[in-house]
């Protein structure tokens, strides 16, 4: 509050000085403001694409009033805007002390801002709150049962292990003859086969020819034949006959049925069984399944994060695994084959969770909120104590910001007015003063004094935002108003002139700043289409959703955001998005104010004034029906030819309804309203009354425009649109009278309109449009096009040579597409019908 009444100091002794300075200017200034100013015509260019300029008359000011005006205008700005300037620190963060700086007095002061980052680090950094997803735990475990079921069913295809008698072969050599392939067990049955080789040539090493393929088998193979030779020795040769019998018989199972495991695979695209499986006893698969369950569910119940590499989740499983597994031990085993046995069942359960396990944790949202909350909450606010006596900063030290916080508080830090920097941003603001005028200029220079005032207000009221650190700082509501008003080019150029003034001139965060902005240029982009208030305030959803979603976008680009506080990031925006939809409605509700405060012409307000329900229309409907009949095909023709030649064609269609409301006065006084009744101008018989009566309907309308509020636009058409043009019917009837009786004199002016001639292409368009009505309805109901066009071209010529149209912009190109558009809408008016029969359509 201290900044901002500082400020406000700094701006009055601104306008005191510059007020002093006008004072000095003011006998120069008078002389030139008596002077005579030349009237510039702005030609509306409104076409189906540029369907936002508007209507208005301007004047040129005087050069020193001008130059006056553009001094105040950038003192004004500069003095609201430049706000960082008043009240300045010289010593800030980071500045190197000159000085020793000591404290007069104990102080205990809170650091905001050190506060601020503190909290906003604590949100950031705020833990994620995880839940068991039930879900997805229960389809897991699901999976792991089908997967187990399918093993013990392929276990059941292939056979069980012993399928001979352990008195026979062993276990493992009954895996071994039943996994090799057919190439080694036939070679291992030939020899075994061999009446001259015994288990004692065996244990030598065999001889003979015998020698070299024993030496050349493994291990395994060497101990399978040395069972078979055993085996051989002490059973009958038909006994041997069906041994063979059974492994080919269990060898065939399993060739059919491992091919299967391959096709076997989990959600996550796993091989979940490995073909060791077969090789289990019933009583090893049964402690197999019962681990993998029991693995499966310690871990899904203490959560798998979807972070958590892979291999971490197999030691975490390894882990597990130790101590799960209970094997039974066979007697005919050693630690070794008991040690072989036990890692293979592990390494299947180990496949078979793996292959299975997904991650089961996801994000407790209400949680993560609070516990984010409940950070932020804890954070204190950091405090910066000193006492009498103690040294703030020293000489040659930085300034820290605790040090700021001491040195402000005591009045050190050498606060001041910075001249150097408020002139240079004078300097830029200057700039962006000449931008606007320029662009001014090149649209035709149709701004008046009143509308730059305008302009003038709202970035002032930005301005004063900025002070009072309000959100959103109105830029929504400046480009709604400004682009309904006056076009999206000068509302652009306008939000980005304050785009680079705010931060430049006082403390304002950039990407909210930024966000306002974008929201602002879609509102001035899209507000000039608009037609209606209704479509104002939706526009108003449009520009709010806008800005929260850039002030999203621009959060998540900028700054390092926690998955734990998006609530907090989306909430914000949220909030700054109603902001944006706060300040529409602002928009929307001072816009007809300040419409009719400055005179200001939008499409939606010539919408408003051409709705027949309006009470001078529905008035002048129901007291000169003529009247109206004649006014709206004089705006159907005046429409059309606006339309054609790429002019304002709301503005056209307003000012021609209320051109003709000043026949309300008198109505009978006009031949269109006295419906086949005695012409009132016959009883009269005076044409200098009767040319009063006609005159009149153009002064009574332009009281009857004030008194309704009606816009300075509208107005222009209720006297241009006569011009000033002679009412030759009653100035031939008065020449007559005079030819009779020479002490009367005709003067030109008693039966002349007062003017002035048109101003601007609308307002001659209707003059033209007004002419030609009475001519076209004239027109026998046979006549052809070219009749029409003769007739209408001989009026807008009389007009052109009248010089009724030398100010209103229109070329003599323009009077032959206006005579074709008059003509092409006589054509759909005067269109032929079908004769009816007399007899009429009652039936048979």
Known sequence: ????????????????????????????????????????????????????????????????????????????????????????????????????????????????????????AARSGSIIILQIDQEKTQAILEEANGILGQGSSLRQQAGAIPYLSTAQLSSKTQQYLRQAPAKDWEELWQLAQRSDLTTSILKGGGKGSAQGQIKSLG??????????????????RQTMTAVRSQVEANRQKYITTKPQLQHLTTRNGLQPLDPRLFDLSDADWLAVQATSRLVLNRMLTQGIHAGMPADLWQKAIESQLQGALQLKTPAHLNRDELLAQETTAKEIVAQIVGAVLQPNLIEDQEQ??????????????????????????????SISQGDFVLLDHFNLTQRRFNWLGFSGFGVLVSSGVGALLWIDHWQAGGLRQRDHLLVLCLIMGVAALMALKIAGLGLPAVGLLLGSF?????????????????????????????????????????????????????????????????????????????????????????????????????ALGVSPYLESLFDVV?????????????????????????????????????????RALGHNVELVRAGTLYHDIGK?????????????????????????????????HVTEGLVMAKKHRLPNAIQAFIPEHQGAMLISYFYYQAQEIASENPEMEVKDEDFRYAGPIPQSPETGIVMLADSCEAALRSLHPEACAEDAYAMVNKILRARWKEQQLIDSCLTRKDMDVIANVFVQVWQQFNHKRIAYPKGGFTAK
């Not at 516990?371 to 606010?381: G, I, K, L, P, S």
């Open 1 to 120: 509050m201290q900044s901002v009444t500082f400020m406000v100091k700094g701006i009055w002794q601104r306008l005191r000085t510059s007020v002093g300075w006008c004072k000095d200017q003011l006998p120069e200034l008078s002389t030139s403001i008596q002077q005579k100013s030349n009237t510039a015509i702005r030609q509306s260019t409104r076409s189906g694409k540029h369907a936002t300029d508007l209507y208005v008359v301007s004047r040129h000011t005087p050069f020193n009033q001008t130059q006056v005006a553009i001094v105040l205008t950038v003192l004004l700005l500069t003095s609201f805007l430049g706000q960082r300037f008043y009240n300045q620190p010289s010593l800030t963060v980071g500045t190197i002390a000159a000085d020793n700086f000591i404290a007069p007095y104990d102080a205990t002061l809170p650091d905001m801002i050190t506060t601020e980052e503190n909290r906003q």
């Open 219 to 236: 291990t395994d193979q060497r101990i399978a034949l040395e069972e078979l030779v055993r085996l051989r020795e002490r059973v009958s």
């Open 368 to 397: 993560t909120r609070l516990r984010a909350e409940q950070v932020e909450n804890e954070v204190e606010t950091v405090t910066v104590s000193i006492e009498r006596g103690d040294a703030i900063v020293n000489e040659g030290e």
């Open 486 to 586: 006056y076009g999206y080019i000068l509302a652009t150029a306008t939000i980005g002139l304050l785009v680079v003034l705010l931060p430049v001139g006082g403390s304002v965060a950039v990407l909210p700043l930024c966000a306002a902005a974008c929201a602002a240029l879609v509102g001035a982009w899209i507000a000039p289409r608009l037609r209606s208030r209704e479509e104002f305030a939706l526009l108003g959803g449009v520009v709010g959703l806008t800005q929260g979603l850039v002030h999203l976008v621009l959060t998540l680009m900028f700054n390092s955001v926690a998955a734990s506080v998006w609530y907090t990031v989306i909430r914000d925006s949220a909030l700054f998005g109603v902001y944006g939809i706060a300040w529409s409605i602002v």
């Open 602 to 642: 939008t499409p939606i307000r010539l919408a408003e004034l051409s709705n027949p329900n309006r009470p001078l229309l529905k008035r002048l409907a129901a007291d000169a029906p003529g009247t109206f009949q004649h006014t709206m095909f004089v705006a159907n023709l005046a429409e059309a030819a606006a």
């Open 664 to 696: 309300m006065h008198d109505p009978l006084g006009f031949i269109e309203n006295q419906m086949g009744g005695p012409n009132k101008h016959d009883l009269i018989n005076d044409p200098w009354v009767s040319a009063d009566i006609i005159k009149k």
